[in-house]
């Protein structure tokens, strides 16, 4: 099955730089790239996502892309505010509904 | 308003005690997860629900058992709580099965002693 590994297990940045987590799978199928944040005590939630069909995604100051070939993902945030602080979760999904998730990173925003 | 709950939000139980966490939804959304968390695994699938009456294993469904009667609900049971079913238990629901983002309910923690 798939499996997917988050590389980057904690990260620490200064308020205002960027933050970059990275992703990469296994299955050749997956089209189908979510992150999700989770604050600390609370439960996740959607922030982007990003399909096979596209290399670049831009939500405000959320970046993913993807590059299909080396089977890699990646969530930038830009101008990181102190409410970045969380725990994102990469996962992968194919044509069962089925996500797998990475093991998570723990993003810390220092002001 | 969107939303998935989850009951109950802490439950202490006993080793082989029977245990039963519900999820419900109001988004009348075909597909229901049932997911734990436990530190530094990220989130393990335990079984995942297409429709009512229609389950399916996810990668950690030992020890575990679902029912889904109705859209809005679906229930996950472990009969006889083992020690290491202690964890953080996430129920989620998508739009159908060819909807990817998923609404996570708050989470159950569940201790077995």
């Known amino acids: 099955g798939e499996k997917v590994e988050q590389h980057e297990s904690t990260l620490s940045v200064r308020e205002g730089d960027s933050a970059v987590i990275n992703c990469t799978y296994t299955d050749t199928a997956s089209s189908y790239f979510p992150w999700y944040k989770q604050e600390a005590g609370k439960s996740l939630h959607f922030v982007i996502d990003i399909r096979s069909n596209v290399d670049r995604k831009q939500s405000q100051r959320l970046i993913v892309l993807l590059d299909k070939k080396a089977k890699r993902f990646s969530l930038h945030i830009t101008a990181t505010q102190p409410e970045d602080s969380a725990i994102y979760f990469c996962?992968?999904?194919?044509?069962?509904?089925?996500?797998?998730f990475g093991k998570g990173t723990k993003l810390s925003v220092k002001s | 308003d969107m939303k998935v709950t989850q009951m109950p939000r802490y439950l202490i139980k006993r080793m082989g005690e029977n245990v039963l966490l519900e999820c419900g939804q109001d988004?009348?959304?075909?597909?229901m997860y049932w997911y734990r968390q436990d530190p530094g695994l990220g989130l393990q699938l335990i079984y995942i629900?297409?429709?009512?009456?229609?389950?399916s294993e996810g990668d950690i469904p030992k020890g575990y058992r679902v029912s889904r009667k109705k859209r809005e609900h679906f229930s996950l049971i472990l009969d006889s709580a083992k020690t290491n079913q202690t964890s953080v238990y996430f129920c989620a629901s998508s739009h159908d099965w060819g909807s990817y983002e998923q609404y996570f309910g708050p989470g159950t923690r569940l201790t077995v002693l």
């Open positions: 988004m009348s959304h075909e597909t």
């Open positions: 629900s297409y429709d009512v009456d229609s389950n």
């Open positions: 996962a992968a999904g194919g044509s069962n509904a089925k996500l797998t």
